[in-house]
C-alpha cells in the first residue's frame, strides 16, 4: 500500500527565491565559481530533517543549475542546508548531477565512519559546516566538533565556519586549534553599522591573517541595514555592507571566495534579485584582478586543485 507523501507548510513567512532574475550588467569571467549556494529537497524525494529550525520552498538541483546558466556561473560548491540536518542526500545527488562542475560542503555526525567519509569524497564532497549561529542550531558542543575536524583532516578537507562577528572572541581559540584549512561564511556576518576599521571587524581580520583562512564575500543582503535593496535594477545596492568586502578583497586577495547563497534561506525583510547581486560584484572587487582572483583562481585552487579553467 502506497502512503501519500504529505509536505510540510513552509514556515510562515518564509520568502520563496526570487522568480526570472535579471540578466547581470556585469558579465563573470569565463570559470567563476559559486561557492556558497544550498539545495532544498524537493521536498517530496528528499524530505527535511525532524529537528529542522525551519521549513523552506522547494529549491532542487534543477532550479539550482538553471540559475548557474543564467547567470554565467561555470560551476557551484553546494553546501548543506540546515533544514536537512546530516542526511546530506539531496546535497550529494545535486553535486554528482552536475558531474565535474560542482563540490559539496556536507554536515556530519562525531560518528560518522571511515567509509561513509570516503564515500562522501568520492562523490565530490571537499568539507564539512559547523555551524554557530544560535538561531539555527541548539548546541555546537566542541568536543564533537573537534572529533569530526580529526577524521576529515586526513581527506585534505576543510571546515566551513559560520558564526557572527559578535562570537567570536569566545570561539576564535577553538576555532585556530582546528586541523584544517577554514572557510568562513559571509566574512564573519559583521556589524555593518559599526566602523569598518573599528575593533570587532579588524578583529576578524586579525583572526585571517594569523589562521589558514579563506574568506566568503557574500551575502551583502544579510549584513545590509540601510541598503538599498537588490531590487528593481539597482545597481549600487547594500552600500552599508561594500567597506567591509571591499576591506577583504584588498588584505586577502587570494583567499577570497565568492558565492550567492541561493536559495537565500530564512530572508525576512525582502528576496534580492540574483542578477543583481552578480552586479554587486564589481563594488568589492574593483581591478579585474581581484575579480579573476575572487571568481575563478582562488576557489579552482580550493575546490579543483590542478584542473584549468
Known sequence: MNVPFLSSPKTPGWLDWYQNPSEPTFRLPPGTVDTHCHVFGPQAEFPFAPQRKYTPCDGGKDELFALRDHLGVARNVIVQATCHGADNTAMVDAVRAAGDRARGIATVRPDISERELRELDAAGVRGVRFNF???????????????????IAPLGWHIVLYFESADLPELEGFFGSLPTPLVVDHMGRPDVTQPVGGPQFTRFLRFVEDNDVWVKVTCPERLSVSGPAALDGEQHAYSDAVPFGRRVVEEFPDRVLWGTDWPHPNLTDHMPDDGLLVDYLPQVAVTDEQRRKLLTANPMSLYWPGDHF
Open 133 to 151: 549561529v544560535r538561531r539555527l542550531v541548539d548546541t555546537s558542543p566542541e568536543d564533537d566538533l573537534s572529533t569530526i575536524a580529526k577524521k
